[in-house]
Nanobody, 121 residues
Framework: QVQLVESGGGLVQPGGSLSLSCAAS????????MSWYRQAPGKQRELVAK???????NYLDSVKGRFTISRDNTKNTVYLQMNSLKPEDTAEYYC???????????????WGQGAQVTVSS
């Protein structure tokens, strides 16, 4: 059983900063890509940022230069630092990780429980 537990988020004024973290635990052989998604009410879930095990990153265009994804492979943890937040960043944020349990040739995606980020004055 693999669990992804998120922490962080909350309410912040426009222009402010928040951070999220997500730790994977359980019977894990290896964690490959780790990602952050978000879903606003009435909208589809979208990929915000992704980081490979080798720390190659990519970002949603609208967050480039404001958000930073990072990870600690020794802790199977991924982070998202969010700066210069805008009201349109308001959403439920979910972490995801590609995890192998029994074989390094088989990976499954696991999801965190979600963390609310609200940007409002």
């Amino acid at each position: 059983q693999v669990q992804l537990v998120e922490s962080g988020g909350g309410l912040v004024q426009p222009g402010g900063s928040l951070s999220l973290s997500c730790a994977a635990s359980g019977r894990i052989l290896r964690v490959n890509d780790m990602s952050w998604y978000r879903q606003a009410p009435g909208k589809q879930r979208e990929l915000v940022a992704k980081i490979t095990r080798g720390a190659i990153t990519n970002y949603l265009d609208s967050v480039k230069g404001r958000f930073t994804i990072s990870r600690d492979n020794t802790k199977n943890t991924v982070y998202l630092q969010m700066n210069s937040l805008k009201p349109e960043d308001t959403a439920e944020y979910y972490c995801a990780a590609d995890v192998s349990i029994f074989s390094l040739s088989v990976f499954s995606k696991y999801w965190g429980q979600g963390a609310q980020v609200t940007v409002s004055s």
